[in-house]
């Protein structure tokens, strides 16, 4: 049985960016160029409009958040873009690492955890885009419902011009969504890779020399340790490189997650005032779908957050599930280290102040509730 | 009269400390007469600063009881009062604590020395000194910023008191007052002419000097955090030789035919040269262990854990002398590393001991001078010398506690990414000394150094964060009770 290829975790991902041409290449052609250019265009586009709209609206508060709450999102993913462009070769560098062989050097049997975990994360992937096409199909119908010109008001009448900025914002919008929803998907598919490699690590460790019967020979017994010495700098080198990825996702990603953060708890607060101040119509409809999706979102990063300082803490107790009364004191000392290691967590965090976990995420919700 | 020679921290903090010492401070070391006559001038010229900023607090204090009828007033009168409270306590702190101040000076004076890292050691000291000085300029630069733009504000906007109108309620009466920075009762008449110019430039000194007095120490404290992040950090860097160096050690690879053998303590037939490539001889040898070993892993490096007894503290047997000067670096280098750890340990533990009641003075006065605050910018209803001026004393007051939040969060990471670095050094190919001195750092620096104020809070960027949200609810609440 061959090793699963962790690339396989996130290729929906590569297949949507590189569409839309926001997967960073090493020699794009036009084309290509092409694609990136019309996904910048329309993230600023409808970005410039949003912001006309919001200068025109600032006197009035109710009006104000309607704007608002699209377009702070909106900010959110524009600090996203801006963050994954600028490191883009740091993301290349941290992909071209998990091809290292250090990390396929796990012992078959343990495979089906990241078989498991791939299979999850191309659904996890695959649900969201459904559940976007869901939104924008709203987004382009709710103004024939509601009687309004344009899905993004404007203050000015366009007149005959009305259609096509129709059709360019809802055009623009799809790509917009699009992107976003493949960024986060794809930090959050590289944090549940880590999460993985982990588990896998601390299995490795647990099962140390389970397939060597008991030995009384003290010569067999001295070559059964050095090779569990060897097996031992192999989940040490292990457990360093997945150290060494878990630090380069949250070089790349962690301006974006603070973004995240700051933006969700605004939307949020926006939301839940929109929906109550605003009449039921399908706009309401709309805007309860995107406040699922952004709690949904949200609710993804800390998950994954959580699994890898909980999968990085499950270590140490792997460790002492070990066999370790029966080995010697040297390989007894590779795992006293292994385990002070692992007292301290791998995390990810927002600019250093802030990590990602389930608390965070509750902490996040009860102060949006507490503005609103 | 001893020739003063600066050495350590004093020489790197030199620029800081002579202007402390011009601002007022009553600080007298690090001179290089010690003469009665001059010292005693020196006395005076600290005594006379002492003279004026007291008298200039003592003057708006009375300000402050004489206009506490008006709510408004009271306010703005007190954050006045706060803001200079707190620096008038850090000169009085300084000129009280001088000794423990004058102790972790002179912590870094003698420090240890290893051949193999002096050019680390060297390049971080000069990080270190290049950061400091930055700091110390920018903090200078906004000093004299802030006290210009208090200048510059308080010839815009009407200098008048506006009370009501005892008759009638709802007339508000305003009466002249003289144009100064600071509202302060005189016992002279400050309208006009030359007592009003006095005035106006006595209290110029006044601001000047007393920002200088707060933002001076607090740049002392800081730029001592900086040296001591710089010291960790060039452990952290020589720990991956540190490793290097004692991997080169374990070269002794037994002979095939002895791990068939009964090892017994006596066989000294066993050495073998320190060859690295040996192992290479052993590939037929693998065979015969494969039936044991999971993965053929060619280049392993077999040490017979039985022969462990050889290689027995200072025993050092080994074929040439090499090997033992060798292990004599080892452990020379490890005994470098725990030494100046232990020494910046030391310096931290001074650093928190010198100033940590003064972070807890500082904290207690801005909390309340922040809450004012945010009532006051509660206040603010258009772009006008008052929105100005709340605005700015804010800006200052949190531009303070981020100073020193920054560099004690920054120690504090440091501090504990130290047995991260331990972790990841390779330790693995290295010697079993090595591996216990791994060990022993790991647990060691599994608590991370942090500066505290009093025992009470740590200085973090948390404490920042913190206080910031407070200041944004007070803010908040105050708003929804207009």
Known sequence: ?372 | MMKFKKAGLVADLFPNIRLMQTSGHFMFNYHSETTGAVHGLRVLYSSVHLVLVMAQFGFTFGNLVQESDDVNDLAANTITVLFFTHTLTKYLYFAIRSKLFYRTLGIWNQANSHPLFVESNNRYHALSLKKMRQLLIIVLTATIFSASSWTTITFFGESVRVRKDPENENITVSTEIPRLLIKSWYPWDAMSGLPHLLSLIYQVYYVFFSMCHANLLDSLFCSWLIFACEQLMHLKEILKPLMELSATLDTYVPKTADLFRAPSANSQDNLVDNDFNEKNNHNDDLDLRGIYSTRQELGAHYRSGALQTFNSGGGGIGPNGLTKKQELMVRSAIKYWVERHKHVVRLVTAIGDSYGIALLLHMLTSTIMLTLLAYQATKIDGVNPYAFSVIGYLLYALGQVFHFCIFGNRLIEESSSVMEAAYSCHWYDGSEEAKTFVQIVCQQCQKAMSISGAKFFTISLDLFASVLGAVVTYFMVLIQLK
């Open chain 1, 1 to 372: 049985m061959v090793i699963s290829n962790s690339a396989d975790a996130f290729r929906v991902q590569y297949k949507m960016l590189v569409l839309t041409g926001l997967w960073p290449k090493e020699n794009p052609n036009i084309v290509y160029r092409l694609r990136t250019l019309i996904s910048w265009i329309s993230a600023f586009g409808l970005f410039g409009v949003l912001l006309i709209q919001l200068i025109n609206d600032i006197k009035d508060f109710t009006k104000l958040s309607e704007t608002l709450y699209i377009m702070v999102s909106y900010v959110g993913f524009i600090i996203k873009l801006l963050t994954f462009t600028y490191q883009r070769k740091e993301f290349l560098k941290m992909i071209h690492y998990l091809k290292d062989p250090i990390f396929v050097t796990y012992p078959e049997d343990l495979d089906h955890y990241m078989t498991k975990y791939i299979k999850q994360s191309v659904l996890l992937a695959s649900t969201f885009q459904l559940v976007i096409v869901g939104g924008l199909i709203f987004f382009a119908l709710f103004p024939i419902l509601d009687n309004k010109p344009l899905p993004m008001p404007l203050p000015y009448d366009l007149g005959k011009y009305t259609t096509l900025m129709y059709c360019l914002q809802v055009i623009g919008e799809s790509i917009s969504a699009i992107n976003h929803i493949c960024l986060d998907v794809m930090c959050t598919s590289l944090m549940g890779l880590a999460a993985t490699y982990l588990n896998i690590l601390s299995e490795r460790i647990m099962h140390l020399k389970e397939k060597d019967a008991v030995v009384e020979d003290v010569v067999i017994f001295n070559e059964i340790s050095e090779s569990t010495n060897e097996q031992m700098r192999n989940c040490v080198k292990h457990h360093l490189a997945i150290i060494n990825m878990v630090d380069s996702i949250e070089d790349v990603f962690t301006i974006a997650l603070f973004g995240q953060f700051l933006t969700s708890v605004m939307v949020l607060c926006n939301t839940i005032f929109n929906i109550i101040v605003i009449t039921v119509s399908t706009q309401t409809i709309m805007l309860s779908d995107y406040m699922v999706a952004i709690v949904i979102q949200l609710f993804m990063y800390c998950w994954y957050g959580n699994e890898i300082i909980a999968k990085s803490l499950q270590i140490r107790d792997a460790c002492y599930m070990a066999k370790w009364y029966a080995f010697d004191k040297k390989t007894c000392k590779y795992l006293f280290i292994i385990m002070e290691r692992s007292k301290r967590p791998l995390r990810i965090t927002t600019m250093k102040i802030y990590a990602l976990s389930l608390t965070a995420f509750a902490t996040v919700s009860t102060f949006s509730l507490t503005c609103y």
